[in-house]
């Protein structure tokens, strides 16, 4: 049996910040680039690079920490600040242009001169789903991706569900507006969206739609225009179709790379994560896996959602995972990914189902263990059609053609 390989810490970091790198229109987005060195010195020698595209600062402390640990590993890391946001150029227009700009941005580190000319990306959320926005196109240099929590498609499974809107979406809009670069310029201004974000929204959500002009959103154009069209477009129209929002349209144009598809059970993309595998698992020849954990959105290393404990085995080591998936896939070891099956979920509820007596929490003690499968669906899985009825039921039988149609909408 091969022993596992890994990278181990060889290197210092050397950082280069507000890298500006250019886009086809023009506009430049900021990154900060982590670099292995020895000492003050940028080691000799190519390396691999890892992508991170975020909305949310490049700068945040949780994403130094991610940048210099694989840096430190023998990995150029390079954590970019997306379109509008913070210290990149741009107008700020939320997911549905990001393909363009991140299919620049990875055809621009692979040919840099401490490059080998593999770019690997990651992230979640926001950032995992612009990785399979960028997919879409088929960057060269594009080697190997982890989508954490990352839609298939916003219209059918979470910005909309099959059509109705997910009102957190709008409110969105303002939560970011505080961190925008406006708001970030002008104190007053953060200070009225912050109020209208924290005390106003009630009142807003009452007197919905939102209208042109009508809210503090007002200063920020594209902001308020986003808004405005993920509420008004309300037919599965070109305006979904774009990169940014129907990966799914796109699969046949997807780069074949291996990819980690990684979500939880509680997620707000549960839906999304497992559909993203099924689809291109069918399709690509590379290998594609899925890893579902009993997790909300994005909280991998936290073992209890709500009230319930899934005990220790829920909880798993982020980086040392992503690490292992990029020593494997852009560096050629043998890590534990040369071994793992398809598909990997927790499997929940083989715990006590009594409250848990650690010192640390008190919650109920559900339990919880992973299994392999080769597949999902699993294979002899049965699907099962409902159908709602005109008294809002719901059954296997479907309805009658002389039921009245239901009057009330929700």
């Known amino acids: 049996m091969t022993r596992y390989e890994g990278s181990p810490i060889a290197y210092d970091v050397a950082i280069r910040k507000n890298v500006m790198i250019p886009m086809r229109d023009g506009v430049r987005c900021a990154a900060d680039i982590y670099l292995p060195s020895n000492g003050d010195q940028v080691a000799e020698g190519r390396f691999p690079v890892i992508l991170e595209r975020t909305p949310y600062d490049k700068t945040a402390p949780r994403q ?209 994560t497992p559909q993203s595998y099924m689809k291109l698992s069918a399709i690509k020849k590379s290998q594609q896996v899925l890893l579902m954990g009993p997790w909300i959105h994005g909280a991998f290393e936290v073992t209890n959602s709500g009230d319930v404990d899934f005990g220790t085995e829920a909880h798993i080591n982020v980086n040392d995972l992503r690490l292992a998936w990029f020593d494997h896939y852009m560096k050629g070891m043998h890590t534990e990914f040369a071994d793992w099956s398809p598909v990997r979920i927790f499997t929940m509820g083989t715990g006590s189902q009594r409250m848990n007596k650690h010192d640390h929490d008190r919650f109920l003690d559900h339990g919880g263990y992973w299994r392999s499968e080769p597949d999902w669906p699993l294979p002899g899985t049965l699907e099962t059609p409902f159908y709602l009825h005109a008294d809002g039921g719901l059954s296997q039988n479907e309805p009658s053609a002389d039921e009245s149609p239901s009057t009330g909408y929700t």
């Open 64 to 272: 130094v920490t991610n940048m210099k640990y694989y840096a430190r590993r023998g990995y150029v890391g390079v954590i970019q600040d997306v379109r509008g946001r913070f210290a990149s150029e741009g107008e700020w227009y939320a997911f549905a242009k990001e393909a363009p700009d991140g299919f620049d941005t990875v055809q621009w580190l692979g040919v840099q001169p401490w490059s080998d000319g593999h770019v690997g990306t990651m992230g979640g959320s926001y950032a995992g789903s612009d990785q399979s926005a960028l997919a879409t196109m088929n960057p060269s240099h594009l080697t190997t991706m982890i989508v954490a929590v990352g839609a298939s498609n916003y219209y059918h499974g979470s910005m909309r569900q099959n059509g109705a809107l997910e009102q957190r979406f709008m409110v969105y809009a303002f939560r970011m507006a505080m961190t925008s670069k406006e708001a970030i310029a002008d104190t007053g201004l953060q200070a009225e969206i912050k109020k209208a974000f924290l005390d106003d929204m009630p009142d807003i959500v009452r007197n919905l739609p939102l209208k042109e002009g009508a809210t503090v959103l007002r200063r920020l154009p594209s902001y308020e225009r986003w808004a405005i069209d993920i509420l008004t477009h309300g037919d599965y129209d070109d305006y979904w179709k774009q990169r940014g929002y129907a990966i799914d349209e796109y699969y046949d144009e997807h780069a074949d790379v291996p990819s980690l598809y990684l979500g939880g059970w509680y997620d707000s993309y549960a839906r999304n």
